[in-house]
């Protein structure tokens, strides 16, 4: 199915003079998890806010699951909605469980659910427990119990991994790429997150309220044509290789020892293997694409030049 | 409904958890008994004072201290919520603004209420059992309207609070108009009344006078409680400008309006507020 979950079409948000967010062109699939990447003020929460409703657009428009979610059945949107605010402490003087209830009571699910959602997140120890007391990574785990509440069909994650330890993060993956396979659409708001590429469907790039690039890993990947990094290893001569690879585009990045590092255009990339493999003390090749976050310091810089040439 | 229910029901708990209820509950029956018990030493005497002397003093300190209270209790019930993220979630949940600050507002009104309750009707079940000279009988209407009075009192200057609340974005900042509020309200207000009759050598409409004073639930409820008792007219000082112009019932109606309405314009602000 790729019916769309959530449509920007042309949605832009102005306070004052400043534009927080610029004629948004972007669509949510059903089951797919987006990643919503920029740096502070690039305009994600704007974003995340038009969808839950929160404030208004000034101008074009926003559809939640077709509706719009300031129209008169927001309230029923809201039951298919989790969110998990960035920089949430919740209420110091509750348990994690009263927390819960409190949150499931608001959104008309039992104390039940409730349990079994601490359970899932790992805090059934501490839910007798006051939030006072719990840390950074404890209460990110709360928040992401609340988004929950209710088996949403979208889930809205600002800065989710924020203060969690690499453990913490590797279940929070988990989770992820559980409740996709569930069918659960995820919009992921975030800086670059290390290791997220493989739990995500699409990245879309903000900078300065504009959107910069969408697509799949790949799709940015073609449209950037950033070069992929190559490690030879063995007993070779550097000058000698570089004079075979020389042809394909490829240039040498740097040598250490038994070590050199190509940059090759992906479009070079079987060339320059059949290459290497003819060369004569190449023991071993490793070849790395373009990183998330090397695609994104492109599109967020690259774009960011170009209006300044223009201006 | 049940949205509000829940907001006003975990208000309720906060409130019992941070132990205000218990704090209000003590202050207020200490005070109380206290001023029952030794009101009189003052005067030279020892032993329970008389009913209207009690209820007379205890006014005009509940007049300072139950304002600061509601304020302090109250003043960062959205801002707070604000600064901590909670409230941007719960704007997220399905639940309305006006569901939302009905509910905190219901749950605010609760701590207040019951522990004033608590607080002023067991110092009345002290008073009538130690004191030789009062009864029941005597005891339950004034001490009704005291109590009435005082809660009405509260959960105006809740709606104060309430009020200061939704216009500002800092805790801080919310913490000290609210102190300011108050002192316009229990003392600034008070001398600007007392400069008008001296500036106008007391020729000042006496009906436009009574009015003016309708303009401070502060005054409202002083009018309420020391202008009942024909003995300590003489005490209630600028009261007694108003005094017998209004009914019990008109005066804690006026209260009930300094509920309602900064309540309904705090309302309307976090209704137009920008999340």
Known sequence: ?311 | MNAVLAVAGKELRDGLRNRWALAITVVFAVLAVGLAAFGSVASGQVGFAPLSTTIVSLASLAVFLIPLIALMLAYDSVVGEEQQGTLLLLLTYPLSRIELLTGKFLGHSAVLGLSTLVGFGAAGGVIAALSPQVTVAQLLPPLTLFIVSSVLLGWAFIALAYLISVSTREKGRAAGLALVVWFLFVLVFDLGLLAILVGTGGAVDAGLFRGLMLLNPTDVFRLVNLTGFEAVAAQAGLMSVAEDAFHPVLLLAVLAGWVVAPFGLALWLFHRRRA
């Not at chain 1, 832009?12 to 534009?19: E, K, M, Q």
């Not at chain 1, 839910?127 to 988004?147: D, E, I, P």
């Open chain 1, 1 to 311: 199915m790729t019916e769309s979950v959530v449509e920007f079409a042309g949605a832009g948000r102005r306070y004052g003079s400043v534009h927080a967010l610029e004629a948004l062109d972007l669509t949510v699939r059903r089951g797919e998890v987006l990643a919503l990447l920029g740096h502070n003020g690039a305009g994600k929460s704007t974003a995340m806010k038009l969808v839950l409703g929160v404030i208004a657009s000034t101008s074009g428009s926003v559809r939640v699951f077709g509706r719009d979610p300031r129209g008169a059945h927001s309230n029923d949107l809201r039951m298919q909605l989790g969110y998990l605010p960035e920089n949430v402490s919740f209420y110091d003087q509750l348990s994690g469980r009263e927390v819960m209830r409190y949150f499931a009571r608001l959104k008309r699910r039992g104390g039940g659910e409730a349990d079994q959602l601490l359970e899932r997140v790992g805090l059934m120890e501490a839910a007798n427990r006051r939030v006072r007391t719990y840390s950074k990574g404890m209460r990110q785990r709360l928040g992401v119990a609340q988004a929950l509440l209710g088996n949403p069909s979208l889930l809205l994650l600002d800065e989710p991994t924020v203060g969690l330890d690499p453990i913490a993060t590797q279940d929070f993956y988990g989770m992820l790429d559980e409740l996709r396979g569930r069918g659960v659409s995820i919009v992921l708001c975030s800086h670059v997150l290390p290791g997220v590429e493989a739990h995500i469907d699409r990245a879309a790039i903000l900078a300065e309220g504009r959107l910069r690039a969408v697509g799949t890993l790949d799709e940015l990947r073609r449209g950037a044509g950033l070069p992929l990094t190559i490690r030879v290893r063995g007993r070779m001569e550097g000058a000698d290789l570089e004079r075979r690879l020389a042809g394909e585009g490829v240039a040498l990045d740097s040598a250490d020892g038994g070590e050199l590092v190509f940059l090759a255009p992906p479009a070079a990339k079987l060339e320059t293997l059949r290459a290497l493999l003819a060369a004569p003390g190449v023991e071993d090749i490793d070849i790395d694409r373009p990183t998330l976050e090397s695609l994104y310091n492109y599109f967020e810089a690259g774009r960011a030049a170009e209006a300044e040439g223009s201006q």
